[in-house]
């Protein structure tokens, strides 16, 4: 475990200041300890894997830059013969919506190869091609054209509604009432960074800004162009 230790000769609330370091670096909760000392120092011990960041994985890193994009079609291209046939700029086109929605390179993938209802799309000859492409990813899209949840993004929701100690069976009808059950506040605090990483990490892109993103982009293609 790392620790560090905050002291002040200022009237300063040095725990309100630790737990704001905290959040800051998005460190969860459970894994990160404050302590009062009897000298008026705030301890703060950290899990050392939070220190030493994981060396980034291809299919879970965020996708952001049109070479990162480039990279990512690429990788699925080679791990989905479904792909074949389908023309690279035609998927890279399809496959930006959803990259700029907050999927991953394993979300894709994932919805490549499953549909939102958790079953599996048929594989073999006859499910390729342009058309087969677009049948898929048309099924994780709203009527409206804005691009669902991913299955990362509605595992992450449901962590929050977890741990902010609410029932599975949220909104299921019961025959006999039950007794209303409150989270812990070491809990609910968990839930609540959870839910601020999740917004920061995974914030849905909804139809109409992915439109005046394109739009966007188009403009500043033909300026440079005339330029």
């Known amino acids: 475990m ?31 300890k404050i302590w009062d000392r009897r000298d008026g120092e705030v301890v703060v011990t950290v ?9 980034p994985n291809p299919w879970n890193s965020p996708v952001y830059t049109p070479r990162e994009i480039h990279r990512a079609c690429e990788l699925l291209r080679r791990n989905d013969p479904s792909l ?45 091609g342009t058309e087969w492409l677009e049948h898929r990813l048309r099924r994780w899209k709203t009527p409206n054209g804005s691009i669902r949840p991913s299955i990362s993004q509605e595992k992450a929701q449901l962590r929050v509604v977890s741990r902010a100690g ?9 025959d006999e009432p039950r007794p209303a059950t409150a989270a812990r506040p070491e809990v609910a605090r968990t839930s609540i960074d959870d839910a601020r990483r999740l917004v920061r990490a995974h914030t ?24």
Do not use: C, I, N
Request: glycine fraction near 8%; aromatic fraction near 8%.
């Open 84 to 128: 074949a046939g389908v023309d690279f700029t035609v998927f890279r086109k399809e496959a930006t919506r959803f990259f700029a929605a907050g999927w991953s390179v394993a979300d894709l993938q994932y919805a490549l190869t499953t549909r939102p209802d958790g079953m599996p799309w048929p594989r073999g000859e006859g499910y390729q």
């Open 166 to 174: 609410l029932p599975p069976d949220l909104g299921l009808p019961h």
């Open 204 to 227: 849905r892109t909804t139809g109409d800004s992915l439109v005046h993103r394109d739009r966007t982009q188009a403009r500043m293609s033909r300026s440079s162009r005339r330029g």
């Open 47 to 55: 899990d050392d894997a939070l220190l030493r960041p994981p060396r």
């Open 2 to 32: 790392a620790e560090f230790r905050l002291s002040s000769d200022d009237d300063v609330d040095l725990r309100k200041l630790a737990t704001a370091l905290v959040e800051s670096q998005g460190w969860p909760r459970d894994r990160v």
